[in-house]
């Protein structure tokens, strides 16, 4: 990265990262393995699909994986369990800490009496897991920036600059931290949960 200066090499090397994370995340896991569709509890599996907050089609992909090992799946023992895991999940409880662990809702909970309650303690766990991920990425960047000036590529000039970067960023980091303590704090007593 020499030639393009401090500040666009480490812009570049923080793009760089975050386009790592975007794929991370956006890659998904198969359904159900080939023992899975075999030895599974059909109404166990659809709990554990209803209370992280699964779409109602999930059954759809768990039907795709285990038709490529010729295992049929019973819907009506998966729907009754995911609609019991949903009575778990579509709760202020289950919508904090869903959104404070970056899952998705997929409109699981819609129609729900408790709907209301559940979006907006999903928007609460939401406001909570931005914190988080800011502060790894301005965790990252210090990190880069420490790697920058032990390198000895920079002049002095250059130096001087990164490091008062990496003070203003460590700066950030505390500042966030705090502000995610106050607010998770706040939220988890609110929902009945342990803080991060």
């Known amino acids: 990265m020499r030639g ?66 010729e295992v049929p799946v019973s819907e009506d023992a998966w729907r009754a369990g995911y609609a019991k895991g949903l009575e778990t999940f579509c709760t202020p409880k289950g919508g904090y800490l869903a959104a404070r662990e970056g899952r998705k809702h997929n409109d699981a909970c819609f129609g729900f009496d408790s709907e209301a309650r559940f979006l907006e303690s999903f928007g609460h766990g939401q406001d909570v897991h931005k914190l988080v991920s800011e502060i790894r990425q301005l965790s990252q960047l210090k990190r880069d920036l420490e790697m920058a000036l032990l390198s000895g590529e920079y002049s002095d000039y250059e130096f001087s600059q990164l490091r008062m970067r990496a003070a203003v960023v460590e700066s950030e980091i505390g500042r966030r931290r705090w502000e995610l303590n106050e607010l998770d704090q706040r939220h988890s007593a609110e929902y009945g949960v342990p803080p991060l």
């Open 4 to 69: 393009l200066g401090p500040v666009r090499a480490l812009a570049v090397v923080a793009g760089g990262f975050i386009a790592v994370l975007a794929v991370l995340a956006a890659s998904g896991c198969a359904s159900l393995s080939g023992k899975e569709c075999r030895t599974g509890d059909w109404e166990a599996i659809g709990r554990a699909d209803g209370e992280r907050g699964a779409s109602g089609n999930e059954i759809e992909d768990h039907q795709k994986a285990c038709a490529r090992h």
